[in-house]
């Protein structure tokens, strides 16, 4: 499901409390209500964990075709 902050991710367990514990990468991130992880790209929103940079634009760069 698709919400305004994102989408919500795949990689994670769900935590009693509403907690939940990231599973993308090696630090485990375990996250409350409205806590962001270390990496500021994935939260979680009501016990789910949503991916705030999801079909956005990271980086960009002009590179012409014609070398």
């Not at 989408?7 to 090696?26: G, M, R, S």
């Not at 016990?47 to 070398?67: N, R």
Request: glycine share 14%; net charge neutral; proline share 3%.
């Amino acid at each position: 499901m698709t919400n305004v902050l994102g989408k919500e991710a795949e990689l994670y367990e769900t935590l009693p409390d509403d907690k939940v514990k990231c599973t993308a990468c090696a630090r485990y991130c375990e996250m409350g209500k409205g806590q962001i992880g270390l990496c500021g790209i994935r939260g979680n929103e009501n016990g789910k964990l949503q991916l705030y940079a999801y079909g956005k634009v990271i980086s960009g760069h002009v590179d012409p075709i014609e070398k």
